[in-house]
């Protein structure tokens, strides 16, 4: 991994070619560094008692997932009364993690083996943190192409190890360093971007209180992970082997109210299209992703967030028209999130502005999930409903493209277990139930109805790339179905198995774009966690 010093912040800097795009973004966090001053400030002033810092970590970010590492299918809703853990819990985000509960008196907490490793004092002002994570997963698949590759079933391993430190000074200063190594066997057919990365840098990140340690900002600068709201716009890409990275800085205020960040980062890109001749773990040069994502938590058992996102791409970008340059888009959105009495809602949707190689873009998606849980009853039975929408293109050629780009998200949560589709052109339903027949055990299931949102566009894979399309325009609007099945076993706080089936049956586009092989994927997952 390329350092992250001060030679590396002039190349962030000198990768923009032009001093437009330079200018942009310095401005936009200029601007939003004494915004986020200036609210602390207020916000400080106003509500002395309630700043919850970043650095203090008793409850997570409302950015991040409040369920253990690495939760398959939708997260716990939000909920305002999160308790200072008495015993370990593993996050997604595992720097969110806190262990300040081992200074307590015994019997104020459960111990447990790892405890030697956990919040070391070293002398008065520094402590030490060390975890980490051991994943390995048989996946066979079958016809994932719909039948257009070969061999069409293919059976394979993959083994993750993620090993962390994360040191502190006092509540000022802090280092958080983890290492990855993730591992394919017995794959026959081209292994996908995320399924290798042999001993790499996973983050290394440098935090400081710059304002003193009780002040409600924290300053981020290096390769970190980011993770907002109901994870459709941002996400660490929990399922995949390799999670997604960002080098860049970031400044986060946080407080029992609201949580404001601002950062400027360089995507970490694992599958590089041609032409990009990087190792995985440098970041894209020609690309800087920025923006702001605030959090409202003034109502109880609820979160509302804003965000306003840019993607700005100085490589040489084809545009549906077939035009060859620049891309610079907007996301502008905001969600409203929680859960009363048995009841559970989700409700997400942005507007996307901009342009690409001189087209104008002109996309926006829609999201909504509600749930009720007959509390009552044995075994919690939950029934849920969803639906997806992300818009397509139906002219390339009118200087408009309005097909939807989807940043960084977690598909894996939305559209199906095989992970076929992403959110471009795509419109999906879902009908789930969940039933707990053990307090360690959840039995989930889904049946997904796909349709694309214009014929005459591609469908588009969980990366963002088309990689189906009808060229006569006819085949209509029907995608097809799918139905998952998942099983998770929690054997104790550190291990976990997860056991999954999930099968895809094509209808009118796919018969009519492919050979229109149903799809399959079986997997069974171990993980262990300390």
């Known amino acids: 991994m390329r350092a992250l010093n001060g030679a590396s912040i002039l190349r962030l800097v000198r990768d923009s070619n032009d001093a437009t795009t330079l200018l942009r973004p310095i401005r936009n966090i200029a601007f939003a560094f004494l915004l986020t001053t200036l609210v602390a400030r207020l916000a400080h002033s106003a509500d002395s ?32 009364a999160v308790a200072a853990p008495r015993g370990p819990q593993y996050l997604n985000l595992r720097y969110d993690e806190d262990f300040r509960y081992l200074d307590g008196p015994p019997g104020s907490f459960t111990p447990d083996l790892f405890d030697p ?23 066979s698949e079958t016809n994932r192409a719909f039948g ?6 293919d059976t394979y391993v ?39 990365n042999q001993f790499d840098v996973n983050q290394l990140f440098f935090d400081l209180k710059f304002l003193g340690e009780s002040a409600p900002l924290t300053l981020r600068f290096g390769r970190q ?49 041609a032409g990009y001749p990087r190792k995985p773990d440098h970041y894209r040069e020609e690309e800087t992703f920025y923006g702001f994502y605030g959090s409202y938590k003034g109502i109880r058992d609820h979160v ?25 888009d907007h996301t502008i959105g905001a969600r409203f999130g929680g859960k009363h009495g048995p009841w559970d809602y989700d ?42 929408f992300g818009s397509g293109d139906d002219d390339p050629t009118d200087g408009r493209q309005e097909t939807y780009d989807q940043l960084f998200p977690s598909g894996h949560s939305f559209y199906g277990h095989l992970d076929l589709f992403g959110r471009a052109n ?92 149903d799809a399959d994927l079986i997997y069974f997952q171990y993980q262990f966690r300390f």
């Open 49 to 80: 008692t309630a700043a919850t810092q970043p650095a203090d970590r008793t409850a997570p970010r409302s950015g991040a997932t409040t369920q253990p590492a690495d939760a398959h299918g939708p997260r716990d809703v939000p909920t305002s």
């Open 117 to 139: 490793i956990k919040n070391i004092h070293l002398g008065d002002d520094w402590r030490l943190t060390l975890g980490g994570s051991v994943r390995v997963r048989i996946e």
């Open 148 to 153: 257009a590759t070969e061999p069409a079933q």
């Open 158 to 196: 993959l083994h993750r190890q993620l090993i962390h430190a994360d040191l502190w000074y006092r509540r000022t200063f802090r280092v958080f360093a983890e290492g990855i190594n993730v591992m394919l066997e017995d794959r026959n057919l081209p292994p996908q971007g995320n399924m290798r």
């Open 225 to 273: 992970e980011l993770s907002y709201g109901r994870h459709r716009t941002i996400h660490t890409r929990t399922w995949g082997m390799v999670r997604r990275r960002f080098d860049g800085l970031k400044i986060m205020y946080a407080s029992s109210v609201f949580d404001l960040d601002f950062f400027l980062t360089k995507p970490v890109r694992e599958d590089l299209p």
């Open 304 to 328: 509302v967030d804003v965000y306003w996102l840019i993607d700005d791409d100085v490589g040489e970008l084809t545009a549906a028209s077939g035009r060859v340059g620049d891309k610079n």
């Open 347 to 388: 409700a997400e949707a942005a507007i996307q502005l901009g342009k690409i190689a001189g087209d104008r873009v002109a996309a926006w998606f829609a999201s909504a999930e509600a749930g009720y849980t007959f509390l009552p009853v044995s075994w919690k039975p939950r029934l849920g409903l969803g639906f997806d």
């Open 426 to 517: 795509m419109i999906a339903s879902n009908v789930n139930v969940t039933v707990r027949p053990h307090e360690r055990v959840k039995v989930q299931s889904w049946w997904y109805t796909f349709w694309n949102n214009t014929p005459d566009d591609a469908l588009y894979g969980t990366g963002g790339n088309p990689f189906v399309r009808d060229p006569t325009g006819t085949a209509g609007h029907d995608v097809g179905n799918e139905l998952d099945v998942a099983v998770t076993i929690d054997l104790d706080v550190h291990s976990s198995l997860l056991l999954g089936y999930a099968h895809f049956w094509g209808t009118n586009f796919i018969r009519a774009a492919t050979p229109d092989r």
